[in-house]
């Protein structure tokens, strides 16, 4: 099992910047990747931004390319997701994910709201 908790969410205003953090804690050694996703109102979950075990590689989301960044701490088991040049489209609860390939298992941390606006 793989308990996570997110934290960091907010109001900011446009343009402004937001770090979200998930602590991680449990069985981490069989997570292949951390994740983050976010979902908006009336529409489905997408994926924003993953940071692979393996290496460290990371792939984000078209629409937040060059404005958030996921990066690691191994040390505090904890995943960061910084967002820069925040837009009202932005706005959603986002979640911290990660998974396993080795039981085919996503485990989800309970969401943080973050709110681009005015």
């Known amino acids: 099992q793989v308990q996570l908790v997110e934290s960091g969410g907010g109001l900011v205003q446009p343009g402004g910047s937001l770090r979200l953090s998930c602590a991680a804690s449990g069985s981490l050694r069989r997570v292949n990747a951390m994740r983050w996703f976010r979902q908006a109102p009336g529409k489905e979950r997408e994926l924003v931004a993953v940071?692979?075990?393996?290496?460290?590689?990371?792939d984000y989301a078209d629409s937040v390319k060059g404005r958030f960044t996921i990066s690691r701490d191994n040390a505090k088991n904890t995943v960061f997701l910084q967002m820069n040049s925040l837009k009202p489209e932005d706005t959603a609860v986002y979640y911290c994910?990660?998974?396993?390939?080795?039981?085919?298992?996503?485990?989800w941390g309970q969401g943080t709201q973050v709110t681009v606006s005015s």
């Open positions: 940071i692979r075990s393996d290496g460290g590689s990371t």
């Open positions: 994910n990660a998974y396993s390939a080795y039981s085919v298992t996503n485990y």
